[in-house]
């Protein structure tokens, strides 16, 4: 339709068309795709491509305050800095509460959004108008003002939660436990309903028939979940919950702001915040830099398996 | 169309289970009632900080919080606005979201059109690696981004934080993009190429129209990621405080002997709304985008 004002100026196209028409044809590709490809290049290049490999260069070097500064120059200390980091308890504890708590995350808002959507599919339009729009909301908050939100309302002082449930000053920051499951209720609130809006959309893709004869035959609500909607959902609950697995694993703003860098003697520290005080509050950038390198590889060996499971579901590339 | 006929295959089997099972309706006013109360809680949190925000002082820093307020008052905003530089902040949040949004767009959209309109060595090879280039946590790279924006005198500028978050969007939206420009028939391609449009005219005449709803489904994701960035804003912007954006300026609320939540909560409104406005206008594509993403 968008051709019409071509076709309506067809005679000075004539000798055009007189010749062999171009038909953009795979074959005589050329250059052309690697012109239309070239920004994206070398933005990625530069700015994607050339970090990780410092990332990997500065991990290797000893690289603090003075070589910063210019003051000594870099040294190569090959594994000295994996050497010291595995070394440390407070980095394995660390993992293994980042490991945790992203698991934890994971686990709650995908059983959330998917009951939730569930749910959706079992109620008139206006209820259902009224979960999607508050699910937008919490979806579309900043993380950081999602952060200073939930703070305020669990506040020892002056929110409401504690007031409640009759909690008096009890702080919820100060515990460790306390404190990763408040963080843990923001991330929920917030991630839930990108997992809900994309499982809704799935299960209403399912025909109507499916779901009909699984009633009639007598099937649970659990049931049918489970033997119906589950095989089929497949592709979409493998991508919600890989995207979930990224997400929170690398949190950043949410422990940074709620415990205030990672709470108290860093009771709180998740690799991505550990990271982040070790580079910029202690000047250790090389210790700092093989953090980051154990969370790429992590996250890039959650990337793999999701890559598999995409290529045996037969997505076309 | 589908949706429509979905729908109504939808209520007429809810109709024919009613008739067969019987106890349908009250089970349905339990669920309704749930899904309520849940809008209500998952709705409650912003509810609060829009409340708070126009709460007298004395009514924000109370023991006794009531959830609602008799006497609405701007004072929150206005400190916000005289005491801290918030408009100016506001506007450079902005400017960074702006150009990832406009930047990434365009480049994001010759490069869709690259990997699903032409056949290429390395094509492959190139998707696959957009795909593992989204999986890359953004965080772990601050420490070299940090060093590479001191080596090209960044640091301090808006531009250290418009630059990664250009790097960061582009993989998801060229991943996404994929979707609608494959969408748009070949036949129309080689209707214009008949018509002697040249690569450059259809591609900008014809086809950047055709997909243009898919570019605003995508910009969403790069407007929040670089509206709501803290990390970078945090380690790049590190002296000059008139090049701070929102999320920085938000934290200055807190005070280690009180915070002032009546602030805070007026900030974080402000953060807030353009992100919300902008949710709400585009959620239809938004969810047909990411089915069409996640296809």
């Known amino acids: ?317 | 169309m589908s949706v429509v006929s979905g729908r109504a295959v939808k209520s007429a089997m809810g109709v024919r289970l009613r008739g067969v099972l019987g106890v349908r309706r009250p089970g349905r006013l339990v669920a309704e009632g749930i899904a309520l109360l849940v809008a209500v809680v998952v709705a409650f949190p912003l509810y609060w900080m829009v409340l708070s925000a126009f709460k007298p002082a004395g009514e924000v820093q109370s023991s006794h919080p009531r959830p609602w307020t008799l006497s609405p008052s701007l004072d929150s905003f206005r400190r916000v606005f005289t005491q801290q530089d918030f408009g100016r902040y506001f506007l450079n949040s902005l400017v960074v979201a702006g150009s990832v949004v406009l930047l990434s767009a365009l480049i994001a959209f010759l490069a869709a059109t690259a990997v699903t309109r032409f056949r290429f060595k390395f094509r492959t090879t190139l998707l696959i690696m957009f795909l593992v280039a989204q999986m890359v946590p953004v965080e772990a790279l601050t420490i070299p981004l940090f060093f590479l924006m001191r080596d090209l005198g960044q640091l301090n500028t808006l531009g250290s934080l418009i630059l990664p978050h250009l790097a960061f969007s582009l993989p998801f939206a060229i991943w996404m993009l994929r979707g609608f420009v494959r969408g748009v028939p070949v036949a129309l391609e080689e209707a214009a190429a008949l018509d002697g449009a040249s690569r450059t005219r259809f591609l900008w005449q014809i086809l950047f129209p055709l997909v243009f709803p898919g570019l605003v489904a995508t910009s969403v994701f790069s407007f929040i990621s670089a509206w709501n960035d803290f990390l970078f804003a945090k380690s790049f912007i590190i002296s000059d405080t008139s090049q701070s954006t929102l999320p920085m300026a938000l934290l200055v609320f807190f005070k280690p002997d009180e915070n002032d939540w009546g602030g805070i909560m007026a900030a974080s409104t402000v953060m807030t709304v353009p992100v919300l406005v902008f949710f709400v206008l585009v959620q239809r594509r938004l969810v047909s985008g990411v089915g069409g993403a996640v296809k």
């Open chain 1, 1 to 317: 339709m968008t051709a019409e004002p071509e076709t309506a100026r067809a005679p000075v196209a004539a000798p055009a068309r007189g010749r062999r028409p171009r038909p953009h044809s795979p074959r005589r590709a050329g250059w052309t795709p690697w012109l239309y490809l070239a920004p994206a290049l070398a933005v990625l290049g530069a700015l994607l491509v050339y970090p990780i490999y410092q990332l990997g260069l500065i991990s290797f070097l000893e690289y603090t305050q003075a070589q910063v500064s210019g003051g000594e120059p870099t040294s190569f200390q090959g594994l000295a800095n994996y050497t010291a980091l595995f070394s440390d308890s407070q980095f394995w504890s660390v993992l293994f509460a980042t490991v945790v708590f992203a698991a934890a995350c994971v686990v709650t808002t995908l059983a959330v959004g998917c009951a939730l959507a569930v749910l959706l599919t079992r109620v008139r339009a206006l209820p259902r108008l009224a979960l999607m729009l508050a699910a937008l909301g919490a979806w579309a908050t900043p993380a950081i003002t999602g952060s200073t939100v939930w703070m305020f309302l669990f506040d020892p002082d002056f929110g409401p939660v504690n007031r409640v449930l009759g909690l008096g000053d009890h702080s919820w920051t100060y515990g460790r436990y306390s404190a990763f499951l408040l963080v843990l209720l923001e991330v929920v609130w917030c991630s839930f309903p990108f997992v809900m809006v994309t499982v809704y959309a799935g299960i209403r893709a399912i025909p109507g028939e499916v779901l009909e004869a699984a009633a009639l035959d007598g099937a649970s609500q659990w049931r049918i979940w489970r033997a119906v909607m589950v095989p089929m959902l497949r592709p979409i609950l493998t991508v919600v919950t890989i995207q979930s697995v990224i997400w929170d694993f690398k949190v950043f703003t949410q422990i940074y702001v709620m415990t205030n860098g990672g709470g108290i003697a860093g009771q709180n520290l998740v690799l991505n915040v550990y990271a982040y005080q070790k580079a910029f509050a202690s000047s250790q950038y090389s210790l700092g830099s093989a953090i980051g390198v154990v969370m790429l590889l992590i996250l890039l060996a959650a990337t793999l398996v999701y890559l598999r499971l995409l290529r045996r579901q037969g997505e076309e590339l």
